[in-house]
Nanobody, 123 residues
Framework: QVQLVESGGGLVQAGGSLRLSCAAS????????MGWFRQAPGKEREFVAA????????YYADSVKGRFTISRDNAVKRVNLQMTSLKPEDTAVYYC????????????????WGQGTQVTVSS
């Protein structure tokens, strides 16, 4: 079992930065690949970024590539999403999630989810 709690969301102007953090509990955290997803009102949940259990391999949606950076620290059971050059279209609820499989782009393959944190980017 893995429990996930996101933090760091808020209101920021376009062009600004935010750092989201996901704190995990559970002894098997280091065995899980981790992902960040987001969901805007009226839209489906979409993939943002993910990384392997070791952190050695990362994946990004084209829409955030070059602006967002995902990282993890297994020693403190935390996954971060550094977001820069934010745009109004980045506004959404952001969720972190964990899975023990290879399908990191697919939200249906994730086993555990946090409650989400709101990110609002004003123009």
């Amino acid at each position: 079992q893995v429990q996930l709690v996101e933090s760091g969301g808020g209101l920021v102007q376009a062009g600004g930065s935010l750092r989201l953090s996901c704190a995990a509990s559970g002894r098997s955290f280091r065995n899980y690949a981790m992902g960040w997803f987001r969901q805007a009102p009226g839209k489906e949940r979409e993939f943002v970024a993910a990384l392997s259990w070791s952190g050695g391999t990362t994946y990004y949606a084209d829409s955030v590539k070059g602006r967002f950076t995902i990282s993890r620290d297994n020693a403190v059971k935390r996954v971060n999403l550094q977001m820069t050059s934010l745009k109004p279209e980045d506004t959404a609820v952001y969720y972190c999630a964990a899975q023990d499989g290879p399908h990191l782009w697919d939200p249906h393959k994730y086993d555990y989810w946090g409650q989400g944190t709101q990110v609002t980017v004003s123009s």
